[in-house]
């Protein structure tokens, strides 16, 4: 059984949508990295629902779970001096609390 089905629900977002991460400057254990923080990408594809790795860390049970996503930035939207091909992209696994759509 997949991890989506076990979770009962409807991931937010589909691949190719484009969403923006939450500009957050938060204590503690977080899992998005500050560099794509305010950034706009594209849904790759949605992983599954996992347990919270944010209240994991804190000796929580990290339910409910939450969906995955895989993101895709432009490398040169992420980071301004890149000098790459234009082509070029980096892919992150992102929570879904931390994104909204654009």
Request: aromatic share 12%.
């Amino acid at each position: 059984m997949s991890a989506a089905v076990e979770a009962g629900n409807t991931p937010a977002f589909k691949a190719g949508d484009r969403v923006r991460v939450r500009k957050v400057d938060s204590q503690g254990h977080i899992r998005t990295p500050h560099y794509v923080r305010g950034k706009s990408g594209v849904i790759e594809r949605f992983v599954g629902y996992f347990r919270n790795p944010e209240n994991l860390a804190y000796g929580r049970s990290g339910e409910p779970k939450v969906a995955l996503y895989r993101v895709r930035f432009p490398q040169s939207h992420v980071w301004p001096d890149y000098d790459g091909s234009a082509a070029d992209t980096i892919d992150i696994d992102i929570y879904e609390h931390w994104l909204s759509a654009e």
